[in-house]
């Protein structure tokens, strides 16, 4: 009988020590950092910790998640070692009204780090959600504090579905991960590609405004152009034509009238089970 050894994958660490040194960043990954085996929601505890000052750029991720969260009290599936569970801590330059873009400049990021490190052709599909192939391999979550001078932190939250069983069977036909297309690389290399552009382009945000992003932001859109379902507090159907400058997507529905959506779910044409 042959002996089987199994272990854990150290070549996939995330322990600080092995990425902090990649950094290229001025000060995105560059405060405290929490690095744990087991987390309730890395949400939940960075945001314990900007209210307790934590710095702009400090992070929290984790191997797995016992109660990680979706948006509108969903849950998000975080299994050990599948993922890149992750939350940084901004505390941006913006006007309260503005805060919703950062969940666009997340979405921009990421898509930038994932074709970075693997070359795969990702999709931002308003206003959370990156997809491949039409199937969704990365969710964003923000929770802000407003204080009196305005916005006092924003948390980023980013599941990104790095190996096949970040999500369960039944998800199977609306998720999917980086390695039902590549071998996965080590999440480090995707974390600190993700820091670098989340700064780069939360700085521009801050000192031009959402239209210096806008055009790049199209580039890698897949709900911009597209027939889209808007459900929730109103139904319709039309055809998603742009965003303005507080993050809304801008609906021109069947009767002609364009029409801005806040929240709510949006669905595309032929991304993520919508045919
Ligand atoms: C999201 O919500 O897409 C936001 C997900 C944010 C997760 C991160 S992980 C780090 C940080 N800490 C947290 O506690 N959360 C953040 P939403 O658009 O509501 O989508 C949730 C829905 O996606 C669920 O109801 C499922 O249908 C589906 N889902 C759950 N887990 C998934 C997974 N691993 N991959 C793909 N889809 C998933």
Redesign the pocket.
């Known amino acids: 009988m042959k002996w089987c050894i199994i272990m854990p994958d150290h070549n996939d660490s995330l322990s600080a020590a092995t990425w902090q040194p990649l950094l290229a960043t001025r000060y995105m990954g560059r405060g405290d950092a929490l690095v744990l085996a087991e987390a309730t ?4 505890l960075l945001k314990e910790m900007a209210l307790r000052g934590a710095v702009a750029g400090s992070l929290c991720l984790c191997e797995t ?1 016992t ?6 009290g ?5 299994p050990a070692g599948q ?1 890149l ?3 940084v801590l901004l505390r941006p330059r913006l006007k309260p009204e503005q805060a919703p873009l950062v969940t666009l400049c997340a979405a921009m990021a990421m898509e930038q780090a994932v074709r970075e490190v693997t070359g795969l052709d990702t999709r931002i599909k308003w206003p ?2 990156l997809v491949l192939q039409g199937k ?1 391999l990365c ?3 923000l929770e802000i504090g407003f204080g009196a001078e305005g916005i006092d932190y924003i948390i980023v ?3 990104l ?1 790095v190996r096949r069983g ?2 369960p069977a039944e ?1 199977a036909h ?2 999917t991960s980086i390695e039902d297309h590549r071998t996965p690389p080590p999440r480090r290399k995707l974390l600190v590609h993700y820091l670098a552009a989340l700064e780069d382009i939360i700085t521009r945000l801050e000192n031009e405004g959402f239209p210096a992003l806008a055009k790049a932001y199209r580039a890698r859109s897949c709900t911009l152009g597209s027939q889209v379902h808007v459900s929730g507090s109103v139904d319709f159907t039309g055809v998603a034509e742009a965003i303005d400058e507080t993050g809304a997507l801008l609906v021109r529905d069947e009767t002609g009238e364009l029409r801005r959506v806040l929240a709510g779910d949006v669905s595309v044409r032929g991304v993520m089970g919508y045919v």
């Open positions: 929601s890395t949400n939940t998640q109660a990680g969260k979706g948006r509108l969903r849950s998000w599936h975080s993922g569970w992750l939350s959370n959600d969704k969710g964003i979550l939250g980013t599941g579905n970040a999500y998800l609306q998720a």
